[in-house]
């Protein structure tokens, strides 16, 4: 994950704060506000984290092949990821 967890919640409790002051949500306390929007971060994240890990299994299985071609891994890696992203229509 790219982000601490401290990182997130600081995140998550600036944004909870806006969005109750600028009124566009209400019936709701910043601080559980907060702790679902710092949730729907945290699992995005990990959903990132997840397709990273799958993209390395990936060029692990073509580790040879990739040696043997010159690929380079961070271009193949961005280039797979990518691929990904598309065809889940995925929002990174």
């Given at each position: 994950m790219r982000l601490?967890?401290?990182q997130i919640d600081l995140f998550s409790?600036?944004?909870a704060k806006?969005?109750?002051?600028?009124?566009f949500i209400e019936g709701i306390k910043?601080?559980?506000?907060?702790e679902r929007i710092g949730?729907?971060?945290t699992a995005e994240l990990r959903r990132e984290d997840d397709l990273n890990?799958?993209?390395?299994?990936i060029l692990d299985q073509y580790a040879d092949?990739?040696?043997e071609a010159g690929a380079q891994?961070?271009?193949m890696f961005k280039k797979i990821k990518a691929k990904l992203v598309r065809e889940r229509n995925i929002i990174l």
């Open positions: 601490s967890l401290h409790f600036r944004i806006q969005l109750l002051r600028k009124g910043e601080d559980r506000l907060a949730d729907v971060i890990d799958e993209v390395r299994q092949q990739m040696q891994y961070h271009e």
